[in-house]
């Protein structure tokens, strides 16, 4: 099975900064892609940012030139600096990789993480 493991969550005031951590363990044979998505309350979740296996990233306008996207050298581990936050960033993030499985299917799937809180304070 694979695990996802977020980290970095916490309560920032407007315009402060937080480096999200998600780690991916498991039975995996590679990861096609992994990112962030966010949802706050009484909302639908949103993509935030993914990266793919060969680098390529892309992330919502909304934190566009804010949030950057990147990755380990093994590529099991993504991270989501986000700088100059805004209220409107408040929510539980959630990590997911794109996994193809150590399994005989070779059937690639998303996985998820738990979710880290972030809340930014006006």
């Known amino acids: 099975q694979v695990q996802l493991v977020e980290s970095g969550g916490g309560l920032v005031q407007a315009g402060g900064s937080l480096r999200l951590s998600c780690a991916a363990s498991?039975?995996?044979?590679?990861?096609?892609?992994m990112g962030w998505y966010r949802q706050a309350p009484g909302k639908q979740r949103e993509l935030v940012a993914r990266?793919?296996?060969?680098?390529?990233?892309n992330s919502a306008d909304s934190v566009k030139g804010r949030f950057t996207i990147s990755r380990d050298n093994t590529r099991d581990t993504v991270y989501l600096q986000m700088n100059s936050l805004q209220p409107e960033d408040t929510g539980v993030y959630y990590c997911?990789?794109?996994?193809?499985?150590?399994?005989?299917?070779?059937?690639?799937?998303?996985?998820w993480g738990k979710g880290t809180l972030v809340i930014v304070s006006s």
């Open positions: 997911y990789a794109d996994v193809t499985p150590i399994a005989i299917s070779r059937r690639a799937m998303d996985y």
């Open positions: 990266i793919t296996g060969g680098g390529n990233t």
């Open positions: 498991g039975s995996i044979f590679s990861i096609n892609s």
